[in-house]
Structures are given as C-alpha cells and as structure tokens.
C-alpha cells in the first residue's frame, strides 16, 4: 500500500480511466450534435431528449432545434435523477444542456488551494452549441462537418444580462451512500483557480427524507456539494482496547481476534471500528448511508477508501500536511510508535491525552505538540474472574508514556514513563516500549504479548498507518476556572456528548 512506485502508477491508471471516459462522452455528444435531425422526432416539438447510464456514469442531452418563445423549460432526465429548468434567453436558442454524473473527482487532487472535496461525486451541466441544419437538394444531403470537439457556450447568454431570474435552476438526486450535511455547500469547479468556488449558486435545499437537492446556478460547469477536506483528519481522542470474541459479527466472520478502536472528532463523539485478523469493520456510526460498511469486514485499504468517498475522510496525506499547514511527527517517530503499539496491544488499552488540566507535567504537554515527540497512556487488560460481571469497570490506572526521536539510538525512538521516581530522567529510557513497562507488567499480559495474533496485527499496522493517529491527535484544552463559589469546566471545541453527531453547519470551518 505504501510503496510510492506503485501508488504512482496505480494514479496515472485512474487519471487515465478518468481521461477516457470525458473523451467519449464528448465524442458521443458531438457526434449526436452533429446529426441531432436524425433523432429528432416529426411529432415532437423541435427537441430532442436522449439519456443513457453504463454504470455509476449517467448523461443525458436535451438539444433544443426549433427555438421557443417560452418563459422556461422543464427539462426532465428521470433516469439520472435530475430536472434542469432553463429560462427564456435559452430556450430560444438553438443549442443543447447536457447533463453529465461522474461518481469521482475531476479536480486536481495535488493542488494546495484545493481544500474542498466533493460529496457524491461531480455532476456536469453544460450549455453546447449545435452545429449548422443540413441542408436538402435533389434528394442528396449537405452536411457541415465539425471536429470531434463541443463548443461550450458561457453562460449569461451573450447579450444577456447576468440578473436572478436567469439562474438556471437545478434539481438532483444525491447517492444514497453518503453523509450530507444538513446544510450543504454547492459550488463549482474553476480550473483557473483550482479550487471549487460558491459565487453564482444560491437558494441550496436539502431534503433529507428523500436526498433531493435544489439550488439555483448562473455557473454550468462541474458541480458538486463539497466539504473540507480536512473536516475529519483532526481527532480530539482515541482509545484501542483488545476483546475477547465469543459471539457477535466478528465471531461469525471467523474471527479469532479483535481490538476495538474509538475515535472521537469535531464532528462525531463515537467512531468505532473493530479491527479483527479477518478485516476491519465500521461498528459506529450506525447510519442508512453506512450500512455496507456496519455489516462487512473489509481490508483497511478498502474500508477507509469506502468512508471517505461517503464523506467521512480520516486518513490525511502528505498534500494535506503542506494544504492546511500541519506540523506532523517525524516520519521515524511514527512508524516506530506504530510497531511499539503493536507489540503491546494484546495485553495493554491505550489512549490518548484527554486535555485535562494538569494531566500530564507542563513539560511533556509542551513536547507533545513537537514534531519529535509524542504522549499517550497505557493501561494492562485484566481479564475478569470467572464469575466477575462483564461489565465491572476496570480500576486500574493509565501510565503515561513519552516517545521522543533520538538519532544517537539504533531505533532512533526512546521511551520513558511517568511510572519511575526518575521520570524527568533523561537517561531513564528505553528503545523498546515493553521493556519500559517490563516491572509494571504481569505474567498474563506478558503471555499474551508473545502469543499474539500475527494477521491482526498486520490489519492494525495498515489501519494506523492510514489514519496517522499520533500525527493528527488534537486533544482539546479543558480548563477549569472558579466562577461565583462553584466550579465551571470549560470545554474547547469539544462535540455534544449527549449526541453521536455534531451538525457540520455548526461547525467553523
């Protein structure tokens, strides 16, 4: 997965997938403006109306060949899901809308200004002009031959004057597959600037019984209802715990183990995966849109490809690193903390820093926002008695753990704990993680750290590597403040905890 020269070239495949589709489309559309007569039907009005779906890609084509004097047309493509209502200035003109679905992203990914991602994928409306009638003489007929290429015209009209009542007002049926925001953000691609824009579209409505969507554009290009592309990469708190399987989804799919991962983010409070040796599934948020998701265990690779193209992206790349200017952990430091977690996962729950006040010295909370360093807690799973209730509590304590780069080691990673007397030592470190915890660890969790499942930890290595959870872990600050004889906590940028959803419009982005 994370081989670059086969990223590469797995990119240039799709790019060229990409590319030869909006080829054909446009061959396909030039060709039937070319010859539009021949569709057209003797009873019909001077229009014709053609849509066509192969897969997950929809058209459709209205070429208007009589111009009208009407206030607007209703122009209804039933098969893509979509209505387009054009007014007068167009339909008293002899041209041709075509509206296109296309179930990924046309823009370019690299772009730094790039921060907005589409929701559902892209549709396409365009204003064609449709080439010169032939012309009929002693039974022979006389057609202007054109390129294979569309002439797009821009649209207000040319001698139109760019008001409200000209705005072409669309209608679409959004994929049923994905998380919408209650209010959506359409806007339109601009290859010029590349970044999707929002100037131009206006009155946006969203039913969310239905996922019908109405606005309003004076743009027809590509649209799309985008988000940031950033909105789920920040996670405000995560805890990894192993579990035993006895019944349930995982014990049906033949599974032999299980760690279960929470995350919470400024957008949902529960995240949950279960992370198994015969894939990873989605347990929360339990939601129509990610039903395929709730019920299959997938590979890490396809599970979190899945969630972001159904609007919920968790996995940060490089690009973004430089697009929204984050400041990530060194690559070393990353990579050795997901082996150490690894190692200790079957014996030992981990979390990261809640943001409590005073939770950790003022020290490690200023190395934990370095680059070279990281803190999160650990804490050994005790199996119950016998004929302990499943749902005791753990009493237990965490142990707080700080992993910092240190070039002169062989692993080029140290460790140290706030276990020891010595825990400001500097010499009081250790190259492995386990060998920190060695005295605090019992016989049991040592056991199961050396008998551990091999093919869960291989699933749990790619799902940490993709979600770069030690790099974009922002726990928020609670201070606690005295105000009028009583304590009052204030919580920053913290989610609803009565809900499993924040509302994204109330959310600054």
Same mark, same amino acid.
Not at 4 to 24: F, I, V
Not at 83 to 91: E, L, N
Not at 203 to 212: P, R, S
Not at 458 to 469: D, E, G, H, M, S
């Given at each position: 997965l994370h081989r670059e020269p086969q990223l590469n070239r797995t990119a240039m495949?799709?790019?060229?997938?990409?590319?030869?589709?909006?080829?054909?489309?446009?061959?396909?559309?030039?060709?039937?403006?070319?010859?539009?007569?021949?569709?057209?039907?003797?009873?019909?009005?001077?229009?014709?109306?053609?849509?066509?779906a192969a897969g997950p890609i929809k058209v459709g084509l209205w070429m208007n060949l009589v111009p009208k004097g009407l206030r607007n047309k209703k122009i209804d493509f039933s098969e893509l899901g979509a209505t387009v209502d054009v007014p007068k200035p167009v339909v008293m003109q002899t041209l041709a809308v075509r509206v296109c679905?296309?179930?990924?992203?046309?823009?370019?990914?690299?772009?730094?200004?790039?921060?907005?991602?589409?929701?559902?994928?892209?549709?396409?409306?365009?204003?064609?002009?449709?080439?010169?009638a032939p012309k009929g003489a002693r039974g022979w007929t006389m057609r202007e031959l054109s390129t294979e290429t569309n002439v797009r015209l821009e649209y207000p009209l040319?001698?139109?004057?760019?008001?409200?009542?000209?705005?072409?007002?669309?209608?679409?049926?959004?994929?049923?597959?994905v998380l919408y925001p209650a209010n959506p953000r359409v806007a339109w691609w601009d290859p010029v600037t590349q970044s999707w824009l929002d100037d131009g579209i206006s009155e946006i409505l969203l039913v969310e019984e239905t996922n019908m969507l109405y606005f309003n554009t004076m743009k027809l290009t590509h649209l799309a209802v985008v988000q940031r592309r950033?909105?789920?990469? $920040?996670?405000?708190?995560?805890?990894?715990?192993?579990? +035993?399987? @006895?019944? %349930?989804?995982?014990?049906?799919?033949? =599974?032999?183990?299980?760690?279960?991962?929470?995350?919470?983010?400024?957008?949902?409070?529960?995240?949950?995966f279960e992370v198994t040796d015969v894939g990873v599934r989605l347990v929360a948020p339990a939601v129509p849109a990610l039903a395929a998701l709730n019920a299959a265990y997938l590979s890490p690779e396809e599970l979190l490809t899945r969630l972001g193209t159904a609007g919920m992206d968790l996995t940060p790349t490089e690009v973004d690193d430089k697009r929204f200017d984050v400041v990530p952990k060194l690559a070393v430091l990353e990579k050795q903390l997901i082996a150490q977690v690894l190692g200790l996962v079957a014996a030992f729950e981990m979390k990261s820093l809640s943001g409590d006040e005073d939770e950790v010295s003022p020290q490690?909370?200023?190395?934990?926002?370095?680059?070279?360093?990281?803190?999160?807690?650990?804490?050994?799973? $005790?199996?119950?008695?016998?004929?302990?209730?499943?749902? +005791?509590? @753990?009493? %237990?304590?965490?142990?707080?753990?700080? =992993?910092?780069?240190?070039?002169?080691?062989?692993?080029?990673?140290?460790?140290?704990?706030?276990?020891?007397?010595?825990?400001?030592?500097?010499?009081?470190?250790?190259?492995?993680?386990?060998?920190?915890l060695a005295t605090l660890s019992t016989p049991d969790a040592k056991d199961r750290m050396d008998n551990s499942n091999l093919l869960l930890e291989v699933n749990l290595q790619k799902f940490l590597a993709l979600l770069r959870l030690f790099s974009y872990t922002k726990p928020p600050k609670r201070r606690v403040v005295e105000a009028r004889g009583r304590m009052v906590t204030n919580k920053d940028q913290l989610p609803p905890a009565s809900a499993d959803a924040m509302d994204p419009a109330e959310m600054a982005t």
């Amino acid at each position: 997965l994370h081989r670059e020269p086969q990223l590469n070239r797995t990119a240039m495949y799709l790019h060229k997938l990409m590319t030869l589709t909006t080829e054909k489309l446009d061959a396909t559309t030039a060709h039937m403006l070319q010859y539009a007569d021949e569709f057209l039907d003797p009873t019909g009005k001077g229009e014709v109306r053609v849509a066509a779906a192969a897969g997950p890609i929809k058209v459709g084509l209205w070429m208007n060949l009589v111009p009208k004097g009407l206030r607007n047309k209703k122009i209804d493509f039933s098969e893509l899901g979509a209505t387009v209502d054009v007014p007068k200035p167009v339909v008293m003109q002899t041209l041709a809308v075509r509206v296109c679905y296309l179930p990924y992203d046309v823009a370019t990914q690299t772009a730094l200004q790039n921060v907005d991602a589409p929701l559902g994928g892209v549709f396409g409306l365009d204003l064609l002009k449709i080439p010169a009638a032939p012309k009929g003489a002693r039974g022979w007929t006389m057609r202007e031959l054109s390129t294979e290429t569309n002439v797009r015209l821009e649209y207000p009209l040319e001698g139109s004057v760019a008001t409200a009542s000209l705005a072409v007002k669309v209608t679409l049926l959004l994929p049923a597959d994905v998380l919408y925001p209650a209010n959506p953000r359409v806007a339109w691609w601009d290859p010029v600037t590349q970044s999707w824009l929002d100037d131009g579209i206006s009155e946006i409505l969203l039913v969310e019984e239905t996922n019908m969507l109405y606005f309003n554009t004076m743009k027809l290009t590509h649209l799309a209802v985008v988000q940031r592309r950033n909105v789920h990469h $920040v996670k405000h708190f995560w805890t990894m715990k192993t579990t +035993v399987i @006895d019944d %349930g989804s995982a014990f049906t799919a033949g =599974a032999t183990a299980a760690v279960q991962l929470v995350l919470r983010n400024a957008m949902y409070n529960t995240i949950h995966f279960e992370v198994t040796d015969v894939g990873v599934r989605l347990v929360a948020p339990a939601v129509p849109a990610l039903a395929a998701l709730n019920a299959a265990y997938l590979s890490p690779e396809e599970l979190l490809t899945r969630l972001g193209t159904a609007g919920m992206d968790l996995t940060p790349t490089e690009v973004d690193d430089k697009r929204f200017d984050v400041v990530p952990k060194l690559a070393v430091l990353e990579k050795q903390l997901i082996a150490q977690v690894l190692g200790l996962v079957a014996a030992f729950e981990m979390k990261s820093l809640s943001g409590d006040e005073d939770e950790v010295s003022p020290q490690w909370e200023r190395w934990s926002d370095s680059p070279r360093y990281a803190v999160f807690c650990v804490k050994e799973v $005790v199996w119950p008695w016998l004929n302990q209730a499943d749902d +005791v509590d @753990d009493v %237990g304590e965490f142990i707080h753990v700080l =992993a910092e780069v240190d070039e002169e080691t062989a692993a080029e990673v140290k460790f140290r704990t706030n276990a020891t007397l010595s825990v400001n030592n500097p010499f009081d470190t250790y190259v492995h993680l386990r060998h920190a915890l060695a005295t605090l660890s019992t016989p049991d969790a040592k056991d199961r750290m050396d008998n551990s499942n091999l093919l869960l930890e291989v699933n749990l290595q790619k799902f940490l590597a993709l979600l770069r959870l030690f790099s974009y872990t922002k726990p928020p600050k609670r201070r606690v403040v005295e105000a009028r004889g009583r304590m009052v906590t204030n919580k920053d940028q913290l989610p609803p905890a009565s809900a499993d959803a924040m509302d994204p419009a109330e959310m600054a982005t």
